[in-house]
């Protein structure tokens, strides 16, 4: 055990002796004067600790302090009811404090116990209470301010860690706290009864036992009864005040003293005018002129120092300011910082700024924050942090996303207008400024606040300018997350994989596959749509397939049937039959001959003509179902699928091209029509 813990154990194992072990007088003395002491600390480190959670565990200190104390009390009854002799401390207290006189002690006992318990605990009873239910109220808060800081990049992972971690240490200490300030009111309490106790029985003890008068045994047991409730009442005074001082604090990083004194006596006015009144005071009234003229002299002199101090410091800080600027420039420029390049940003004009400035009621940031979560759960990975800046050479509003430092795309919004589109079925036209939807390229108009009622009326969707950003980031996102996965998320996806299948992990990673194979498995799943979230059943089918073979391509396939309930969930409803274009057979024996194997992959070698009549055929095919309004869905037989999807992709970006396998059994298929050559 360590010295700390064996110190802290024997602090409580000998609270626990006292109430059952008589102790002696001498021994007495030393725990009382121990007692002061740690009261002293208490106190003084309660207002000098930066933050309340330097004090993390000071509800623990109030209940082994109070324990303490009352063993004090008990011990210090025993002595004075058996023996008359409590010790030096005790007697000194009562005499020493009380002036010696009866009346005088009893007086200051009963206004230490007024002033503790009308003031200092409840007092810091209801400040415990509220700062509590306030402190968790304000945490779902505190939690987005913190999501919001670390998607603008102003702070990193670690950061935001350490932030989440603060968060929940000051809502459990300010949870209990609101607990702990009992200890001190019961504390203050039990002193209350005890010295009742010990007045009734000290008269009766000096009556009854050494024959004593009830004058004689009332002024002698009265005296030591008021000096134990002094020197036990004193330090549960000293903790109440350093409670008090901690749930005033807050939860602010604050030097007690400095910031106490420099909020107080830090303007120089104030401090003129309290010693201009103090000298009035002094030569108008009859109060004493000399203390009440020295005073304030005192103050105006106090005053002009401090007006000096802050001319001298304003003076050295623009000097320092002068100088690091000076400094910058000559310094060398550190270029590594340009070296880094963002995953994702997204750079607008200063027209967009109010709706990603909090203070002014933007809720970008959120959206934001929403966006990753949404893409998570949906597609299962980790977007990277979205980095959100104001680009001054752009147009006022307009926005660009950047993926890995390169322009994707951008947008144009009207900040004050709404943007309305026509589903297919409105009749009716509303006037507005003729523009296109920027994530799906579709027609809609601009709209004005006045305008929007009318145009939700008669059918149109209407969307605000942050939805319109949102949704645009969020298909960007999509269409690039497969470019986004780095070997490194790779390696976070396993470690949370192994947390829960460990052998699993093993099997697979490094032995069968390494992570740039899992990572190109997972890019060709996304690349597709698919979600990556089952990793389990992903990791399962990779490591039953690859060691038959390593190409990334075909352990693909497997994938994809392998999670056939997940693929048929999200092109087939259910309950449902779906309207589908399936592949001519012949037109699959001959993609299939024309596929060439090599070190680096599988391609093909269809003859140009081929090619161009294969996608006249899927254009042909692929227009029958988007005037059914469905989506463009083509069956093909699993060998084929992965060589068609690769033909295909590079003139049809949205067409979902599926395998028989993968195709659940309970689904219902009809075909429209076929592709042939």
């Given at each position: ?28 003395d ?8 740690i ?38 009854t ?11 401390v ?7 404090v ?19 318990f ?7 009873e ?37 932030r989440?971690?603060k ?13 702990a ?5 019961g504390d ?18 000096g ?23 002094l ?9 109440s005040?350093a ?5 005033t ?21 104030v ?28 103050f105006?002199?106090?005053g002009r ?24 420039i000559?310094k ?20 967009i700024i ?41 147009n ?48 809609a ?11 939700e009326?008669v ?5 605000d ?5 949102a949704?645009?980031?969020t ?9 986004l996965?780095?070997?490194?998320d ?23 596959l390494g992570l740039g ?7 060709n ?22 060691p ?34 399936t ?8 993609i ?47 060998i084929?699928?992965?060589y ?8 049809y ?19 429209v029509?076929?592709v042939?050559?």
């Amino acid at each position: 055990m360590k010295k700390a813990d064996i110190g802290v154990a024997l602090y409580v194992l000998s609270a626990v002796v006292m109430l059952i072990v008589p102790i002696t007088s001498t021994m007495l003395d030393v725990l009382l004067a121990l007692n002061i002491s740690i009261a002293f600390t208490v106190l003084f480190t309660a207002m000098f600790a930066k933050e309340v959670l330097d004090m993390s565990f000071y509800p623990t200190i109030l209940l082994f302090t109070t324990l303490f104390r009352i063993a004090l009390n008990v011990s210090s009854t025993r002595l004075i009811l058996t023996t008359g002799n409590p010790g030096n401390v005790v007697t000194t207290f009562g005499q020493f404090v009380g002036a010696g006189d009866l009346v005088v002690g009893v007086v200051i006992f009963v206004i230490l116990l007024i002033v503790q318990f009308v003031v200092i605990n409840k007092g810091s009873e209801r400040v415990a209470e509220v700062t509590a239910r306030f402190t968790l109220d304000a945490m779902p808060g505190k939690q987005m301010a913190i999501d919001a800081d670390l998607n603008t990049g102003a702070i990193d992972d670690a950061e935001a860690k350490r932030r989440r971690e603060k968060l929940q240490d000051e809502s459990s200490f300010f949870g209990s706290m609101d607990g702990a300030v009992k200890y001190v009111k019961g504390d203050a309490a039990a002193g209350l009864i005890i010295t009742g106790i010990n007045i009734v029985g000290g008269i009766v003890t000096g009556m009854l036992r050494q024959g004593m008068d009830i004058g004689a045994a009332a002024d002698k047991y009265l005296i030591l009864t008021i000096g134990d409730g002094l020197v036990s009442q004193i330090p549960s005074l000293l903790i109440s005040l350093a409670t008090g001082v901690l749930v005033t604090k807050g939860s602010k990083e604050a030097d007690f003293g400095t910031v106490l004194v420099s909020q107080l006596f830090g303007m120089p006015k104030v401090l003129y005018m309290v010693g201009a009144v103090l000298a009035f005071l002094g030569i108008v009234t009859p109060l004493n002129p000399l203390i009440f003229v020295i005073m304030g002299a005192v103050f105006i002199i106090c005053g002009r120092i401090i007006a000096n101090t802050i001319e001298v410091a304003q003076i050295e800080a623009e000097t320092d300011t002068m100088e690091e600027s000076a400094d910058e420039i000559r310094k060398p420029e550190n270029v590594n910082s340009l070296l880094q390049v963002d995953p994702i940003e997204l750079e607008f004009g200063y027209g967009i700024i109010p709706l990603a400035d909090v203070n002014q009621g933007g809720d970008l940031l959120d959206r934001v924050v929403m966006i990753r979560r949404q893409i998570a759960l949906e597609l299962g990975t980790v977007v990277p942090i979205i980095r959100l800046r104001d680009n001054i050479q752009l147009n006022p509003n307009q926005y660009i996303i950047k993926i890995k430092g390169i322009q994707v795309s951008e947008g144009e919004i009207l900040f004050d207008h709404y943007m309305a589109m026509n589903p297919g079925f409105v009749e009716e036209e509303i006037s507005g400024i003729p523009t296109f939807e920027p994530s799906f390229h579709l027609p809609a108009i601009w709209i004005t606040e006045g305008q929007r009622e009318r145009a939700e009326s008669v059918g149109y969707t209407v969307v605000d300018p942050p939805s319109i950003i949102a949704t645009h980031l969020t298909e960007i996102i999509r269409q690039y997350l497969a470019d986004l996965l780095t070997r490194q998320d790779i390696q976070n996806l396993v470690n949370n994989v192994k947390e829960t299948n460990p052998s699993l992990v093993e099997e697979l990673v490094p032995k069968l596959l390494g992570l740039g194979d899992v990572q190109k498995v997972l890019q060709n799943l996304l690349k597709e749509g698919i979600s990556v979230r089952d990793l389990v059943t992903i990791f399962e089918t990779l490591a039953d397939h690859a060691p038959t073979t390593r190409d990334t391509d075909i352990l693909t396939e497997y994938v994809r049937q392998s999670l056939k309930r997940a693929i048929s969930n999200k092109y087939f409803p259910l309950n449902e039959t779906t309207s589908v274009v399936t592949l001519d057979p012949a037109l699959e024996q001959e993609i299939m001959g024309s596929v060439k194997q090599t070190e680096q992959g599988a391609y093909l070698t269809l003859d140009p003509d081929k090619t161009k009549s294969i996608m006249a055929s899927v254009e042909t095919e692929v227009g029958k179902l988007e005037k059914l309004g469905k989506n463009p869905i083509i069956i093909t037989s699993p060998i084929v699928r992965m060589y068609f999807k690769r033909l295909t992709e590079d003139y049809y970006k949205d067409l979902v091209v599926v395998s028989y396998n993968e195709i659940d059994s309970n689904v219902e298929l009809q075909s429209v029509g076929m592709v042939t050559a």
